[in-house]
């Protein structure tokens, strides 16, 4: 049996959000599993399904965009058909 004895002003290890953005894509490739992830990178398991989770939160409620650019569909017509109001 193995004890760690923590002592001195030794607080919560904070993770970047690079660290956790590259430990859940570790857990996304196919075949690996969560446990051995977490338990690869010092990470309790609990921990790495709140931050996968959050991810995927993260990606539904934040709305991507991309440039566009509207141009006339070639009908013949003025750009004008296109106005609003």
Do not use: H
């Not at 919560?12 to 969560?34: F, H, M, N, Y």
Request: aromatic share 8%; proline share 4%.
């Amino acid at each position: 049996m193995r004890v760690e004895v923590l002592g001195g002003l030794e607080r919560r290890r904070r993770w970047s959000q690079v660290d956790k953005a590259r430990i859940v894509e570790e857990t996304l490739v196919p075949g690996a599993k969560v446990t051995e992830v977490a338990r690869r990178n010092g990470v309790a398991t609990s921990l790495v399904f709140t931050w996968r989770r959050q991810a995927r939160t993260s990606e539904q409620v934040v709305p991507s965009f991309a440039p566009v650019q509207i141009v006339g569909y070639g009908g013949g017509g003025d750009s004008e058909a296109f106005a609003c109001g």
